[in-house]
């Protein structure tokens, strides 16, 4: 040992050598402290926090409030496509059949979920920033245009194909942000943000049935139109927290293309995607058929309307509450104890009474809503249950893709 060396302690044989620290001159303590604030203060570099950290943030909250204005004249125009169905075939459309007007809505909802096999791993790569305004345009001139629409082609090609481009987009975007976003309160979350397409399916069949005797057709799809802007455009800038809360964790490796099907390769997530086909029949055939029950027993068709309306209002505490208690309990065991409890309420309300009493019809809408709302929002949360947070956007696509059959 020189006398250049730092001084350490002497032990004795046996005992462990501890080294006395070196005394960090100025200039390195100097050096250090400028690396440290330069890494603190670098605004190019992302956010790294955990996802406690990012769900205690205002920001990432403000993306729930633009997820929950996009998924309004998304999905929920998309759960009111009857009436408009129902108007198209009585006015421009009456010399065609019920089946082929139709094949409009069928298109729409076909395309709308198939397309977002292809948006999925785009937002995984990009974000919201350029796939939120190019579909909130898209659904914005999907209505204005559709007030000119007189044929049936025009129909088709302004709805059935372009329309579809715009809700593929704004659905993949609004749940895909809240479920990269969110863990640890991924089922609140989630549960707000797709309460919007509850309100959509209030809102959007009580406005139209209001505007069309007196307005007509143009007019009413004016304001459908105005009514999107109002809601779309306002939730661009709800979306701009998002890229400095994402963590760099939960950027995917590669760009890779925007086609990928690894999910399939994935049997936990073929297992949510066959139990969530199963549910659909259940969900869209009930809601469906009910107007036509409530007729065929007897009841009036406002008869049939309300029960939707009911349906629709229910649905929004459905969407939220279990989100709430499956993030305490587990989002698996939420689902599963809603699917027993509404099947108890169907065997000993719908089944028995339901074409007998209109009271005992009306109860089983509210409790139906409760129920179906809380599968359509808890199913996305078991869904990120199966991937990482970086590859939420493709799972989704591939989710929403595997029960397109099941809605057409």
């Known amino acids: 040992m020189s006398f250049l060396d ?31 604030a330069g890494q603190q203060q ?23 409030l633009g997820s929950f204005m996009f998924l309004v004249p998304s999905f929920g125009f998309m759960q009111s496509l009857g009436t408009i169905q129902s108007y198209l075939s009585i006015n421009q459309l009456s010399d065609y059949s019920t089946g082929e007007v139709g094949w409009i809505s069928s298109v729409y909802l076909f395309l709308s979920l198939v397309l977002g096999l292809l948006v999925g791993p785009v937002f995984d790569a990009r974000g919201p920033r350029i796939l939120a305004p190019v579909g909130a345009v898209l659904m914005i001139a999907t209505y204005l245009l559709m007030a000119e629409c007189k044929m049936y082609w025009q129909f088709m090609l302004c709805l059935g194909v372009f329309g579809s481009i715009g809700a593929a987009l704004t659905m993949v975007v609004a749940v895909s942000a809240v479920g990269k976003l969110f863990v640890r309160r991924r089922g609140f979350a989630m549960g707000i943000a797709l309460a919007g397409s509850s309100i959509g399916s209030i809102v959007f069949p009580i406005m139209l049935r209001s505007t069309f005797p007196g307005l007509g057709w143009k007019w009413s799809m004016r304001i459908t139109g105005f009514f999107a802007a109002g809601l779309m455009l306002p939730a661009l800038l709800c979306f701009l927290p998002y890229q400095r809360l994402v963590p760099a964790t939960n950027q995917p490796t590669t760009k890779g293309s925007a086609l990928n ?19 659909e029949f259940v969900i869209f055939g009930t809601g469906a058929l009910l107007p036509t029950i409530a007729t065929g027993a007897g009841f009036t068709p406002e008869n049939g309307f309300l029960l939707l309306a009911i349906i629709g209002g229910t649905s929004t505490i459905g969407r939220v509450v279990p989100g709430i208690v499956g993030d305490r309990v587990g989002h698996f065991n939420v689902i599963l104890a809603m699917m ?13 009474f339901g074409t007998t009493s209109a009271p005992v019809l009306y109860a089983f809408s509210a409790l139906w809503g409760v129920g179906s709302g809380s599968f359509l929002s808890v199913t996305p949360v078991c869904l990120g249950k199966t991937c990482e947070a970086k590859e939420y956007g493709t799972y989704y696509g591939n989710f929403s893709t595997q029960i397109t059959a099941d809605i057409n």
């Open 261 to 279: 099907l690894g999910a399939f390769r994935n049997p936990a997530f073929n297992l949510v995607t066959a139990s969530m086909f199963m549910l």
């Open 340 to 352: 027993a409890i509404t099947i108890v309420f169907m065997g000993t309300l719908f089944v028995p």
């Open 6 to 36: 730092p001084p350490q302690a002497i032990c004795r044989p046996g005992e462990e050598r501890v080294a006395t620290p070196v005394p960090m001159s100025a200039s390195d303590a100097d050096a250090e402290a400028d690396v440290e």
């Open 42 to 64: 670098d605004p190019e570099q992302p956010l790294e926090s955990t996802p406690r950290d990012i769900e205690s943030t205002w920001g990432a909250w403000l993306c729930v």
